[in-house]
């Protein structure tokens, strides 16, 4: 797909200050959960500016920089591009110290067909490590969550 990034998102999301102190753009294929920063959203750099350039359809973070050039606020946001589309998933604003953690639930969603089952599995277990067999307190979190699921609808 061919666009122009700098439009796309600034159509978006108005407020950019498209690459006013920098920025830079990558995909995102997957997940490493051993590190915290940026580097746990697995992808490649690719080229994107005010110009038309391909795209393919995918996962892209963009990192916009504005403010001083000495110490720019750092915005985070994680779009997807489907059928020549342009979505904005998720963002951090001014992102400090492991902010990639922060995205790391939208890009789970986006990448694993079966993440919200995966995460079923894992609270299962919490709760199993934390209640043992003690079928009192299970009862009572069952008696809360019933609620919840009330309140919800």
């Not at 001014?94 to 995966?118: C, R, T």
């Amino acid at each position: 797909m061919l666009l122009n990034w700098c439009e796309e998102i600034t159509n978006i999301d108005p407020s950019i200050n498209f690459r006013a102190t920098g920025g830079w753009v990558k995909t995102v294929t997957g997940l490493d959960k051993s590190v915290l920063n940026g580097f746990s959203l697995v992808g490649e750099f690719v080229k994107a500016g005010d110009y038309k350039t391909e795209f393919s359809d995918g996962l892209y973070l963009d990192c916009n920089k504005e403010g001083k050039k000495s110490n720019p606020k750092q915005d985070f946001r994680l779009f997807r591009l489907k059928n020549g589309k342009l979505t904005l998933i998720d963002q951090v604003y001014n992102g400090k110290k492991n902010w990639a953690v922060e995205l790391w639930d939208s890009v789970s969603e986006e990448i694993d067909p079966n993440y919200h089952e995966n995460e079923v599995d894992k609270i299962m277990t919490i709760i199993l490590d934390k209640t043992g067999k003690n079928i009192k307190l299970l009862k009572k979190l069952q008696e809360e969550l019933d609620q919840v699921i009330i309140d919800f609808q």
